[in-house]
């Protein structure tokens, strides 16, 4: 009845075998070989629709299996869909690779993904649509920075780990033995910058990893670079290791139960640690850290490295002269549980809970509280620079004024800029009028005056002009570094703003009139600006 034409069509002669219906041709071809094939509906419809009809019926087409492949944007995917055989042949694995080769799949293929695809000619309907990942690009793999292992307990290791009791409490004052090293002791182990891991696309594209940042190992006071290996650190003394930035000191150090008239007051080259208080009235200078484990009070504290405290800064404000009691100055960075009537100033300044009417200077940022979140409380005294300023809740209920200056040091930058532009503005000056000195020497009729006086005036010339390209250099990179500086400044409080703080960031200035919620205080378009959190 039915006859397979070479184009994979299925006709029917209705001059030998004339038809009755649509449905007794559909289900004639049901019971064919051809069952599997497409049929035609609008063919056999128009038939019997048709005043002319056809006598050579397409009522079928038989359809082999076949693949296309699609690329995502990114070309990092490559997908393939699979249309599943209509009465026609089943999709080698060979042919199908052959598609992946004319989409110019070149990397990331796995013959198991082809394979899980091509399995679903054996389990799904025929004619059926199926679509499977082919081939996947890889992202690259940034490399890792320098790393610097420590291979001591420091200083601060010990401070975090109080001694515990028989009876299983913490003893917050006693941190057990202090941590020290011999000459020769290896302090740091440097793990080299890895490169990374390039990436690729389907399409064979090579994606470049950005190699991890290189740190060079720094060895501070009392270490030296080993000799054999370049990738460690060893002590050169015995004493106490000090991490500094991307590697250590080791400083002498000097221990003391506490500080006061029976100690008098210390001044010592390398680090000081105080096991109980420093009383008031004395003063301890240290070219190292210094490290007290009970209190501050009335006391002044020098120290070239850090200073940390684990209770408290205990200051008045003196009778005569309206001074604080209490003065803590660094080079590092100050970290204290609490803080009262202190000066501090230091890189940075860490209070965990609180601190009220302090004057405190930082070159980069105070926080007052802990953890991510920081919630301590901010009251009175004044801020004198910072570039950030974190704390949970600033001023208080009462309206205790208090004063924050932030991004201070812009205004001595801006002044330097101004001294940078008046020397360029002369030195311009100079080259222009010494221009005009040889345009007015080449008409000199003696030539050899005239090449002596042109060779002077350029020889001036010249370095006139070096030195203002010199100072085109400063002016731009104190420029740059004075908008750096605005940008990061920011003051976060994560409870509560009250009023009567009064906020200068650079030479603009903010007066509270208002308790504010959580919120951010930047500068935005040369004004101060309140951005509450959400």
Not at 258 to 282: A, L, R, W, Y
Not at 346 to 359: G, P, T, V, Y
């Amino acid at each position: 009845m039915f006859k397979l034409a070479h184009n994979g069509n299925v006709l029917l002669d209705t001059s030998k075998s004339a038809p009755s219906s649509a449905a007794f041709i559909i289900e004639a071809i049901e019971q064919s070989p051809y069952s599997e094939c497409e049929i035609n509906h609008d063919a056999i419809n128009n038939y019997f629709n048709s005043a002319t009809p056809e006598r050579i019926l397409v009522v079928a087409t038989r359809r082999d299996a076949s693949l296309s492949v699609a690329i995502s944007d990114d070309k990092m995917l490559a997908v393939g869909t699979l249309s599943l055989a209509r009465g026609g042949t089943t999709l080698s694995f060979d042919k199908a690779k052959k598609e992946l080769v004319k989409a110019h799949v070149a990397r990331g293929y796995k013959q198991a993904f082809l394979e899980q695809l091509l399995q679903k000619q054996f389990e799904l309907p025929p004619g059926s649509e199926v679509s499977g990942l082919l081939a996947k690009g890889r992202l690259p793999t940034d490399g890792q920075p320098t790393k610097f292992k420590a291979m001591v307990e420091t200083l601060k290791d010990r401070l975090k780990a109080p001694k515990l009791k028989e009876d299983g409490s913490v003893d917050m004052r006693d941190f057990g033995k202090l941590a020290s090293v011999k000459p020769g002791e290896l302090l740091i182990q440097q793990q080299p910058a890895t490169p990374g891991q390039e990436g690729f696309t389907v399409l064979g594209d090579v994606l470049p990893a950005k190699p991890g940042q290189v740190h060079t190992l720094i060895a501070g006071e009392g270490t030296e670079i080993s000799k054999t290996n370049p990738m460690e650190l060893l002590s050169t003394i015995a004493g106490v290791p000090i991490e500094i930035d991307n590697g250590m000191r080791v400083d002498d150090i000097f221990t003391v139960n506490d500080v006061s008239v029976k100690t008098g007051h210390i001044d010592f080259e390398g680090s000081v640690v105080v096991s109980s208080n420093v009383e008031p009235g004395m003063r301890i200078n240290a070219t190292g850290d210094i490290t007290v484990f009970g209190t501050v009070e009335s006391g002044e504290l020098t120290a070239g490295g850090d200073i940390i405290v684990k209770q408290g800064l205990i200051g008045h404000q003196k009778p005569e002269d309206k001074s604080l009691s209490c003065k803590i100055i660094c080079a590092g960075n100050v970290h204290a549980s609490h803080s009262q009537y202190c000066y501090i100033e230091a890189h940075n300044i860490q209070l965990d809970r609180q601190a009220s009417h302090c004057f405190m200077k930082a070159k980069n940022k105070i926080q007052i509280g802990q953890s991510e979140l920081p919630k301590g409380k901010l009251f009175g005294g004044k801020i004198l620079d910072a570039t950030k300023l974190i704390a949970g809740e600033i001023g208080n209920e009462s309206g205790v004024k208090m004063t924050i200056n932030l991004a201070a040091s812009a205004i001595q930058i801006t002044k330097d800029i101004d001294k940078s532009f008046s020397k360029l503005t002369a030195e311009n000056e100079q080259v222009d009028s010494l221009q005009a000195a040889l345009e007015k020497a080449d008409s000199i009729t003696d030539i050899d005056k005239k090449n002596e006086l042109i060779n002077k005036i350029g020889t001036a010339q010249l370095q006139h002009s070096q030195q203002a390209e010199q100072l085109e250099k400063q002016v731009a990179s104190l420029e740059e570094q004075l908008n750096t500086l605005l940008d990061k400044t920011t003051l976060t409080v994560n409870t509560v703003l009250h009023s009567e703080v009064e906020i200068h960031i650079f030479n603009k200035q903010l007066k509270t009139t208002r308790n504010f919620p959580p919120s951010s205080v930047k500068l935005e378009n040369n004004k101060i600006e309140i951005e509450f959190k959400t």
